[in-house]
Structure formats: C-alpha cells, structure tokens
C-alpha cells in the first residue's frame, strides 16, 4: 500500500502539537512527508510558542499543500490535539510530537492492520530512543490488564477519528499521562491494540522532555484517572489505582480483606 495506490487509501491525518519547537518541528514534519503512505494530511497546532514556532509552521504551510497550521492561546497539549483533530478530515489519527520522527513505512503497515482487522482500535509500533539516550523502546503485547497499571501504548498511536470522538477526546484537565488516560478510555469497553514489530518512530530525549516532566505529577494523574474510570479499575485492579501502581491489585485485595473481617465482627 504506497502512494502509487491512493486513491483507495483512506486519508490520514498526523496531528502535531508545537510548543517552543523551532528547532525541531521542520525535521519533525520531512520524516512525516517521507511516508511511504498516501493520502496525508499534516496540522500543526502552536500552542501560545514563545520562539519563532509560529513562523516557522506558517512557512512550512505555505510551502506544501499537504501541511495546514493553526494556533491557540496557550492550552496544552492535549487542548492542541483536540483542536487539530476537529479540523482533521483523516479516517485515521496519528499524532506526533514536534521534536519527534517517525519511520517511512510505519503509517502504511498500521494502516494495513486496520483494514484487515475490524477489531483494532489502535496500531502503534516500538521506538527508538535518539538525542541524550539511546536504544530500542521495545512495548509489550496489549492486555487490558497491564493497561490498569501503566501505560503500554506509545502516544505516537493511530487510531481512528471516530474512536477519537467516541471517547471523547483527550482530557484537557489530566496533569500528565493524557494519552494513558485516552487509551482507557477508548480500550475500557472492547477492542484491541496491536503493536508491530517494527520501529516506527523515534523519540528525542532531552533535559525538557515531557516524559520526565509528567513524573512529577504522578499523585495528581493517579487521581484524575480514579474519578475518571473508577469502574474500569475495580473491573481489572478489584480497587482503585495506587500511587506504587504494580501494587495496586494486591493492596485492594488486603482492603477488601480487611473490610470483610471488620464486618464479621
């Protein structure tokens, strides 16, 4: 499936969130353009940016016909990719981060286990890690269960708009882990996430990256994922998520234990 069939490809829509960028959104958007998959389109969102990101997608806008840019007042991540998915016309979503790459034929084999298989909701792939780390980010099958306890789904995912919709969106309140918080709520009630063997992107580790920032909001994302889907997690942990999330299922266990023996007595 290339570009030389196209006209029977679905559209896709790769959605990317810019927030101080500059440096990185060009060579973010050539790896997009170099997919071996056809039809594309390309939005770029500056999220309130500081530096010239706003410059720099404009031109980027400008100069192909594929790429739209927009912008918002400082929102968000997840306000961004909720902004640049209204405006998708794709059947399919694949965001990706603007300091990010992506692999040429990712966004064709993903698309591929979508047509043949109705039952995936999501296709993601393994990583490679690039910049001040580097090596193979190698993600486990799918299980739900495993969802439960931590996040076993790359943000860099494609899925379709109207699972998108269905779940409602990303959640613009969550501090962190908004895409954990997305796959729960689009896996929570059936179908499934397959991973390909395969690398498909490539993610840049440097000192400001958002995957070491969210940690220190773990207490708060823990939280908002509880009143969120407090029935997934007594369905899979038989309890509430804990801060120590491995422990989660035997610390209900004990509570429920505990509970069983006060009302006994």
């Not at 990101?53 to 031109?59: E, G, K, N, Q, V």
């Not at 192909?64 to 007042?73: D, I, K």
């Not at 779940?167 to 908004?178: D, F, L, S, W």
Request: aromatic share 8%; proline share 5%; net charge neutral.
């Amino acid at each position: 499936m290339t570009s030389s069939d196209n006209n029977s490809n679905p559209l896709v829509s790769v959605i990317i969130p810019v927030y101080n960028m500059d440096r990185y959104v060009e060579e973010c958007v050539a790896s997009v353009l170099a997919s071996t998959y056809s039809p594309l389109e390309v939005i770029l969102v500056d999220d309130g940016s500081t530096d010239d990101s706003l410059a720099t997608i404009t031109r980027l806008a400008a100069t192909n016909p594929a790429v739209t840019a927009t912008t918002q007042p400082n929102s968000g991540v997840s306000r961004a990719r909720n902004h640049a998915i209204e405006m998708a016309r794709g059947e399919f979503i694949l965001p990706v981060d603007a300091d990010d790459k992506i692999a040429p034929t990712y966004i064709e084999h993903a698309v591929g286990e979508f047509l043949s298989n109705p039952d995936v909701k999501v296709v993601t792939a393994h990583g490679e890690f690039f910049g001040d780390r580097t090596g193979v980010w190698k993600l486990p099958p799918f299980d739900l269960h495993l969802l439960a306890r931590r996040n076993i789904i790359s943000a860099c995912a494609i899925y379709r708009k109207s699972d998108w919709k269905r779940a409602g969106g990303y959640c613009e309140h969550i501090k962190g882990r908004e895409d954990w918080d997305f796959w729960i709520a689009m896996l929570k009630d059936g179908g499934t996430a397959i991973t390909l063997d395969e690398v498909g992107f490539y993610y840049r580790i440097r000192p400001g990256s958002k995957r070491i920032a969210d940690r220190k909001h773990k207490a708060s994302v823990i939280a908002t994922l509880n009143e969120r889907h407090a029935e997934f997690f007594q369905r899979e942990l038989g309890g509430p998520l804990h801060v120590h999330r491995s422990w989660s299922r035997l610390l209900n266990g004990l509570n429920a234990f505990k509970k069983k023996l006060l009302h006994q007595h």
